[in-house]
């Protein structure tokens, strides 16, 4: 069965500092997201990316916050300069006829 | 997106059907309810979804209520697996569409042996 690939499964890094994560989308899949997860909340909507634009996006995705679709396979989440409260788990999904979320990346911000 | 209402846990028998209601009163005509679940933290799953009639696939069956305003879902034979958190989304349009899935906090359902 098709997957969303999500890379790393975990990354700690410093605040301030720049990360970037990445996944791979079901590859005939149209429509990107990503969601985030802050430990014991919501799951909540960042951002949807349609025909290499950002369709919609939610208040959280602030300018700190930036998506790419570099390549034909590759979806990425870039932040540019983390804080704590950052940390969270951060899910990839795609969609097409079905809507699938990858297993996650989650981020720890020290 | 139309306002959901879960209650915040269940506990079921392992073996037994879990049933697990929605309330969704401001549903409009074009919306589909979807149900996912997300154990343990790992990426939510889709289960099942439907606009009107009622729907089975091989997770899970869906009862919506002829006003369309509650829905059901039901496991048949609940297992230890099964424990996790389902959410019930109301949505406009089908995936191919696009549009984000707003999820509320759920009902955490654990499944006993």
């Known amino acids: 069965e098709p997957e969303v690939t999500q890379t790393p499964s975990h990354q700690v890094t410093q605040m301030g500092q720049e990360v970037i994560l990445r996944c791979v989308p079901i590859s005939n899949h149209l429509y990107f997201y990503w969601y985030r997860q802050i430990l014991g909340q919501k799951v909540e909507f960042l951002v949807s990316f349609y025909n290499n634009e950002i369709s919609e996006k939610s208040e959280i995705f602030d300018d700190q916050f930036s998506v790419e679709r570099p390549d034909g396979s590759n979806f990425t989440l870039k932040i540019r300069s983390t804080k704590l409260e950052d940390s969270a788990m951060y899910f990839c999904?795609?969609?097409?006829?079905?809507?699938?979320f990858g297993s996650g990346t989650r981020l720890t911000v020290v | 997106d139309a306002k959901t209402t879960q209650p915040p846990s269940m506990d079921c028998a392992e073996g037994r059907a879990a049933n697990l209601p929605c309330n969704h009163s401001t549903i409009s005509g074009n919306e589909y309810v979807y149900w996912y679940r997300q154990i343990h933290s790992q990426g939510p799953q889709y289960i099942i979804h439907?606009?009107?009639n009622n729907e089975t696939n091989e997770m899970a069956s869906l009862i919506i209520t002829e006003d369309r305003k509650s829905s059901t879902l039901i496991l048949p034979h609940a297992t230890l697996r099964d424990t996790a958190v389902y959410y019930c989304i109301v949505r406009v349009g089908m995936y191919n569409q696009g549009g984000k899935l707003i999820f509320g906090q759920g009902t955490e359902l654990s499944v006993k042996p």
């Open positions: 439907g606009l009107k």
């Open positions: 999904a795609s969609s097409d006829l079905g809507y699938t």
